[in-house]
């Protein structure tokens, strides 16, 4: 174990002495919580922005009543619409306007049902929370003047009702933040993938490129311990990015004003332990498929590309959990990648899987660890990789 220590040692001196890999450690870990930042923020921004609307309208003197129910509204402010109101929507000088017909009282009146026009762009992102609850807001004035007009006439409104739906919510609140922080997985996987690409790729096809490679394999040492301390170098570099994308994303939730959506932080040092335990297994096995890819590299610019193409298999698996849950289904738990996002997204939902899934996985990352590092060792023997630049 000396002589692996000694390998990966000058593999993390020689890979943190480039530039382009502390860059990538730096913004690998960097750019998950940024993101998650970014996103909660705009979320709940857009939430607090629907709770205190400006209502353009136009036409407000065909319907006072319907003016002065909206203004007794909490947050609702009503204020004079533009001239042209589809241009001004079109050219986002306005988020929606609201258009009463010239008809709307004489409609009203008549308990007819009194036409008016809410202009909006389904495009914007950012108004369609107040556009839903200006139509919320419509709808319950709706709702209410014709429950007076059916009490007015000596009709109970229960009878328009023809079923009393209630909603029964089985998932807990804890859950349901899950499924909000279903996209946590994939930036602590693509962390690990990211992190020790680097060192992987520069300690295999990068000394091959620069000629280094012939005059390290002339020391004592079998080849099987020098691909070892070459894997042990990129893991550990995967795995520190791994701790500080988790470190830096629970520091930023923590900050995030959550509750204006609903959600609850319960992330706890339980479910941080746990979350180590799900996804640490795929620190041994990336760069070990890593290391294998590069060694048919001729240069470092080709490992660089052929190791992109691999980040298809963090970034595949979390698009689909957003359209296939992945959740209560054990068998997934010993696949890599796969195993890991449903584990790490069960824990967040407080159901922990139990400890057959965390060996499972565990087992099944050092068998394909064990197979790729004794064919990367094979390949070190062979004279077309070492010298076949």
Not at 30 to 49: C, D, E, T, Y
Not at 127 to 146: P, W, Y
Not at 179 to 203: E, Q, R, Y
Request: aromatic letters at 8%.
């Amino acid at each position: 174990m000396n002589k692996v220590f000694v390998v990966a040692r000058k593999e993390w001196v020689d890979g943190f002495r480039d530039r382009r890999a502390l860059y990538t450690l730096f913004f690998s870990t960097l750019f998950g919580p940024l993101i998650v930042g970014f996103m909660f923020s705009q979320f709940a921004r857009q939430n607090k922005a629907a709770q205190e609307i400006q209502v353009p309208v136009v036409g407000r003197e065909h319907a006072p009543i319907l003016m002065n129910w909206l203004i007794q509204q909490s947050g609702v402010e009503i204020i004079p619409g533009p001239e042209d109101p589809e241009a001004a929507v079109r050219d986002r000088k306005s988020d929606f306007v609201l258009i009463v017909d010239k008809e709307f009282a004489a409609k009203f009146r008549e308990s007819r049902p009194a036409p008016v026009q809410v202009v909006s762009d389904s495009t914007s992102q950012s108004t369609r929370s107040k556009v839903q609850r200006l139509n919320s807001l419509l709808n319950a004035f709706s709702a209410e003047t014709g429950g007076l007009r059916l009490v007015s006439r000596g009709v109970s409104p229960q009878i328009v009702s023809a079923l009393k739906v209630e909603q029964l919510e089985v998932a807990t609140a804890q859950q349901r933040a899950a499924m909000i922080f279903n996209f946590i997985p994939m930036f602590l996987v693509i962390a690990l993938f990211t992190a020790g690409m680097p060192i992987a790729s520069d300690s295999t096809a990068g000394e091959r490129e620069r000629g280094s490679l012939e005059p390290l394999l002339l020391n004592p040492i079998p080849r099987s311990l020098l691909v070892a301390g070459k894997w042990l170098a990129a893991g550990g570099a995967a795995l520190l990015g791994m701790l500080l994308t988790m470190s830096i994303m629970l520091t930023v939730l923590s900050r995030l004003a959550l509750e204006e959506l609903g959600v609850r932080n319960n992330i706890g040092t339980p479910q941080v332990l746990l979350l180590l335990a799900a996804v640490a297994p795929l620190g041994l096995l990336s760069p070990a498929v890593q290391m294998f890819v590069a060694c048919f590299a001729r240069s470092f610019k080709e490992s660089q590309s052929y190791l992109g193409l691999l980040m298809i298999a963090p970034t595949l698996p979390g698009i689909l959990a957003i359209f296939y849950p992945m959740t209560n289904r054990p068998w997934l738990h010993p696949i890599p990648v796969l195993g890991q996002y449903a584990m790490v997204t069960e824990i967040l939902g407080g159901k922990f899987p139990g400890p057959a899934s965390f060996i499972g996985a565990l087992v099944v990352a050092v068998i394909l660890t064990a197979v790729l590092l004794s064919l990367a060792t094979r390949l070190f023997s062979s004279e077309k990789i070492i010298f076949g630049r």
